[in-house]
């Protein structure tokens, strides 16, 4: 069973950072490309960043430059590292695992809880 709990969400101001995290069950991480989502209050879930298995990333274009994502297999762990972050960033973030790489929603198969971002102006 293909579990994913992400965490690290939580209230910080304009131009500060925040590091969220994904924890996978044992060798999820391995197996599929993982990537972050996030939905703002009367917004589509929008594409934030994805790694592949073998480690090849992609941005979404506001968050290119910004955020970071990375992983430690051993841990089962993709982290979402964000900095410069603007009131625009405020959502719920979703850690979520496809096949392979990519940017659109229908092709991630498994979903985190989310966690709750807010930055404050």
């Known amino acids: 069973q293909v579990q994913l709990v992400d965490s690290g969400g939580g209230l910080v101001q304009t131009g500060g950072s925040l590091r969220l995290s994904c924890e996978a069950s044992e060798r999820t991480s391995r197996t599929y490309a993982m990537g972050w989502f996030r939905q703002a209050p009367g917004k589509e879930r929008e594409f934030v960043a994805a790694?592949?298995?073998?480690?090849?990333?992609d941005y979404g274009n506001s968050m290119r430059g910004r955020f970071t994502i990375s992983r430690y297999n051993a841990e089962n762990t993709v982290y979402l590292q964000m900095k410069s972050l603007k009131p625009e960033d405020t959502a719920v973030y979703y850690c979520a695992a496809a096949p392979v790489l990519s940017t659109s929603v229908n092709d991630y198969d498994y979903w985190g809880q989310g966690t709750q971002v807010t930055v404050s102006s």
């Open positions: 790694i592949s298995r073998s480690g090849s990333r």
